[in-house]
């Protein structure tokens, strides 16, 4: 994706009196920050216009009204049913549904998209508290503090916008609810995950502690209560920012009976959950393939199709819904799975919830025999198929060699209320393979710079 400032970019890392090259390797990363994500760095940020980022979440949080409104559209208001059709079974669902009442989620999501060229194109929507790279803008600022390229961010008007601070300010207005002080945050994961992933948390710590935020770190058997108020460790809680999922707790009954406390004091009024477990319903790929169903999008204005054509790509549902059959359902399967079959260099095969890329099947890397065996698979009921999207690729000058390599990119990008809430982004080279996540160790990372729309003047920037 070459575009009038990374062409400059690349440009000035080629120019042998240039430092722009090295920028990436004198970043002076937060300690905690550092030690999570300093070996994993991109050799350059990536570039985008303002208005272009920021009209694809207009489009995120208008997508996002969509899918919560689809229990009431759809299923008379039952998020149960909605689950099911979905793929979401008991007990998982009842854990999904357990203490939302009639509120919906609020808008707090990011999407994990790839930029084909023309535009932004979604691969999953992330609904709920418990999302990744919310401090990724002490990058940002890492690399403004570079001289060489803050003489570059000059010239080229870039700008930024951090999600910490904007995620700050909610926690802040819904422990208005619960206290009239600055509140104490516990960050609570289920039973071992800190341990698992301490480095991340270890990061989020610190960067909203620069914040002057209290956020303390813990795990669901570390909670309490007191007098209707949650603690962690003793200490009372007045909002809880949720890092679990639904998923972690089916096996564990004291995990669900620590959840039972954390609603009661919720609609108590005593401690805020910041999120409810159902968010996780909406972030499944299926609940992307129900927009594409026929008999959803049917119910479905002119405006509201457009929306799901410019962002989703065509994706359906593999095994059909019961909830939705119709007169016509029993053909229209017969037809998607025919063009599954005949078409696999351009589709991908999901698990409706999960994470990672973890069971994807990816078309193009497998044999006609192994995709048919996926199709056919009984036990893939909440599979989705996807159309392939493919990405352009950013080119990146190598900081040691000076060798342009190509690298693809996905894109973490933030939406609240106020629309664009930030981004970053997960690298790998197309040799490494095609799922861009950490759990591949050739995915680096990096942060976004936006700039305004109008192409800059080409400055002799690179000194």
């Given at each position: 994706?070459?575009?009038?400032?990374?062409?400059?970019?690349i440009?000035?890392?080629?120019?042998?009196?240039?430092?722009?090259?090295?920028?990436?390797?004198?970043?002076?990363?937060?300690?905690?920050?550092?030690?999570?994500?300093?070996?994993?760095?991109?050799?350059?940020?990536?570039?985008?216009?303002?208005?272009?980022?920021?009209?694809?979440?207009?489009?995120?949080a208008?997508?996002?009204?969509?899918?919560?409104?689809?229990?009431?559209?759809?299923?008379?208001?039952?998020?149960?049913?909605?689950?099911?059709?979905?793929?979401?079974?008991?007990?998982?669902?009842?854990?999904?549904?357990?203490?939302?009442g009639?509120?919906?989620?609020?808008?707090?999501?990011?999407?994990?998209?790839?930029?084909?060229?023309t535009?932004?194109?979604?691969?999953?929507?992330?609904?709920?508290?418990?999302?990744?790279?919310?401090?990724?803008?002490?990058?940002?600022?890492?690399?403004?503090?570079?001289?060489?390229?803050?003489?570059?961010?000059?010239?080229?008007?870039?700008?930024?916008?951090?999600?910490?601070?904007?995620?700050?300010?909610?926690?802040?207005?819904?422990?208005?609810?619960?206290?009239?002080?600055?509140?104490?945050?516990?960050?609570?994961?289920?039973?071992?995950?800190?341990?698992?992933?301490?480095?991340?948390f270890?990061?989020?710590?610190?960067?909203?502690?620069?914040?002057g935020?209290?956020?303390l770190?813990g795990?669901?058997?570390?909670?309490?209560?007191?007098?209707?108020?949650?603690?962690l460790?003793?200490?009372?809680?007045?909002?809880?920012?949720?890092?679990?999922?639904?998923?972690?707790?089916?096996?564990?009954?004291a995990?669900?009976?620590?959840?039972?406390?954390?609603?009661?004091?919720h609609?108590?009024?005593?401690?805020?959950?910041?999120?409810?477990?159902?968010?996780?319903?909406?972030?499944?790929?299926?609940?992307?393939?129900?927009?594409?169903?026929?008999?959803?999008?049917?119910?479905l204005?002119?405006?509201?199709?457009?929306?799901?054509?410019?962002?989703?790509?065509?994706?359906?549902?593999?095994?059909?819904?019961?909830?939705?059959?119709?007169?016509?359902?029993?053909?229209?399967?017969?037809?998607?799975?025919?063009?599954?079959?005949?078409?696999?260099?351009?589709?991908v095969?999901?698990?409706?919830?999960?994470?990672?890329?973890?069971?994807?099947?990816?078309?193009?890397?497998?044999?006609?025999?192994?995709?048919?065996?996926?199709?056919?698979?009984?036990?893939?009921?909440?599979?989705?198929?996807?159309?392939?999207?493919?990405?352009?690729?950013e080119s990146?000058?190598?900081?040691?060699?000076?060798?342009?390599?190509?690298?693809?990119?996905?894109?973490?990008?933030?939406?609240?209320?106020?629309?664009?809430?930030?981004?970053?982004?997960?690298?790998?080279?197309?040799t490494?393979?095609?799922?861009?996540?950490?759990?591949?160790?050739?995915t680096?990372?990096?942060?976004?710079?936006?700039?305004?729309?109008?192409?800059?003047?080409?400055?002799?920037?690179?000194?």
């Open positions: 994706m070459l575009n009038a400032v990374t062409r400059q970019y440009e000035g890392c080629l120019n042998p009196g240039s430092r722009l090259r090295s920028v990436a390797t004198e970043l002076e990363l937060p300690g905690a920050f550092a030690k999570s994500y300093g070996q994993v760095q991109l050799d350059r940020p990536l570039f985008v216009p303002a208005k272009e980022i920021s009209s694809f979440a207009a489009d995120l208008a997508l996002f009204d969509l899918l919560v409104s689809l229990p009431a559209r759809v299923f008379d208001g039952d998020l149960r049913r909605y689950c099911g059709a979905i793929g979401i079974e008991d007990p998982m669902a009842e854990l999904m549904c357990r203490g939302v009639d509120v919906r989620p609020p808008l707090y999501a990011r999407a994990d998209a790839y930029h084909d060229g535009g932004f194109r979604l691969l999953e929507l992330n609904v709920g508290s418990e999302l990744g790279g919310i401090d990724t803008a002490q990058v940002n600022r890492a690399y403004l503090k570079v001289p060489a390229f803050a003489e570059f961010a000059r010239l080229h008007r870039l700008g930024h916008v951090d999600t910490l601070p904007r995620l700050v300010a909610r926690l802040r207005r819904v422990a208005e609810s619960v206290t009239t002080e600055e509140p104490v945050i516990g960050l609570i994961e289920s039973n071992g995950g800190l341990v698992a992933h301490d480095h991340v270890l990061a989020i710590q610190e960067a909203m502690s620069a914040l935020v209290r956020l770190l795990e669901l058997h570390e909670l309490g209560e007191r007098n209707g108020k949650l603690t460790r003793d200490v009372p809680l007045d909002v809880v920012l949720r890092y679990f999922v639904s998923g972690e707790l089916v096996d564990d009954p995990g669900q009976e620590t959840l039972d406390t954390v609603i009661r004091a609609e108590a009024g005593r401690t805020a959950l910041f999120t409810p477990l159902a968010g996780g319903a909406f972030a499944s790929k299926a609940s992307l393939a129900l927009l594409h169903e026929p008999v959803v999008r049917t119910a204005s002119s405006e509201q199709r457009a929306v799901i054509d410019r962002v989703v790509p065509w994706t359906r549902l593999l095994s059909a819904p019961p909830q939705l059959a119709g007169p016509e359902s029993g053909g229209d399967r017969v037809e998607l799975i025919d063009r599954c079959r005949a078409d696999r260099e351009n589709l095969l999901k698990p409706g919830v999960g994470y990672g890329g973890v069971g994807a099947v990816i078309g193009h890397e497998v044999t006609d025999e192994q995709w048919q065996r996926a199709l056919s698979d009984p036990t893939a009921n909440d599979y989705v198929v996807q159309q392939r999207v493919r990405p352009a690729t990146v000058v190598n900081a040691a060699t000076g060798v342009v390599e190509e690298w693809v990119a996905n894109w973490g990008i933030f939406v609240d209320p106020e629309g664009y809430a930030g981004g970053f982004v997960r690298a790998l080279k197309p490494d393979g095609a799922v861009v996540s950490y759990s591949n160790p050739g680096r990372g990096t942060c976004v710079f936006t700039f305004p729309n109008e192409l800059p003047h080409p400055d002799n920037f690179a000194r």
